[in-house]
T-cell receptor, first 116, second 115 residues
């Protein structure tokens, strides 16, 4: 697509529920990133995919968070047993392969998750 | 670990005037990139300008320019001829040369533009 697409735009869930957030990157962008942005803060890195594999998942806060990218395109961020502290905007970004894109990320508009 | 600090939570400027947003960072790496991103209420982060650490020349993109002081680890953004559409949250970000795409962001500066 022309840009990075994220769905849903907004998600409200109850504490303890499971949620999935989807990211559709720019066509041809093999690198994909997830960031989390809490209210009034800058985004924080969660995970980076190069192709289908997670090249760096050091930012995932705990084992309730998991992300997949089975075909090297669309990615899904999965959060189990949601907690109120998970409420944030989850941003996805994509970029060209390393060495070709001057390290430039294109971001989506994010998915705002609210856990009641 | 790398850190990025934006010491100005809020800034304001009159339309057509110039404003400078401050950013400092801390790193032990010699190869890295610095960025300024703009985030309007739509939430989408938009790249404003980027600087490669090995380049001594300050980056410029139309009305936007940076003052990159490598020794002082300072990276400020100057917006000239400010426009109403420049109003947004601005984030300074760092990426190490070996951490492709893994950005460390500052806390952000809210810029208000007065007509």
């Amino acid at each position: 697509g022309a840009g990075v697409s994220q769905t849903p735009s907004n998600k409200v869930t109850e504490k303890g529920k499971y949620v999935e957030l989807r990211c559709d990157p720019i066509s041809g962008h093999t690198a994909l990133y997830w960031y989390r942005q809490s209210l009034g803060q800058g985004p924080e890195f969660l995970i980076y995919f190069q192709g289908t594999g997670a090249a760096d998942d050091s930012g995932l806060p705990n084992d309730r968070f998991f992300a997949v990218r089975p075909e090297g395109s669309v990615s899904t961020l999965k959060i189990q047993r949601t907690e109120r502290g998970d409420s944030a905007v989850y941003l996805c970004a994509s970029s060209l392969p390393r060495g070709t894109g001057a390290n430039v990320l294109t971001f989506g508009a994010g998915s705002r998750l609210t856990v009641l | 670990a790398q850190t990025v600090t934006q010491s100005q939570p809020e800034m304001s400027v009159q339309e057509a005037e110039t404003v400078t947003l401050s950013c400092t960072y801390d790193t032990s790496e010699s190869d890295y990139y610095l960025f300024w991103y703009k985030q309007p209420p739509s939430r989408q982060m938009i790249l404003v300008i980027r600087q490669e650490a090995y380049k001594q020349q300050n980056a410029t993109e139309n009305r936007f320019s940076v003052n990159f002081q490598k020794a002082a680890k300072s990276f400020s953004l100057k917006i000239s001829d400010s426009q109403l559409g420049d109003a947004a949250m601005y984030f300074c970000a760092y990426s190490g040369g070996t951490s492709y795409g893994k950005l460390t962001f500052g806390q952000g500066t809210i810029l208000t533009v007065h007509p």
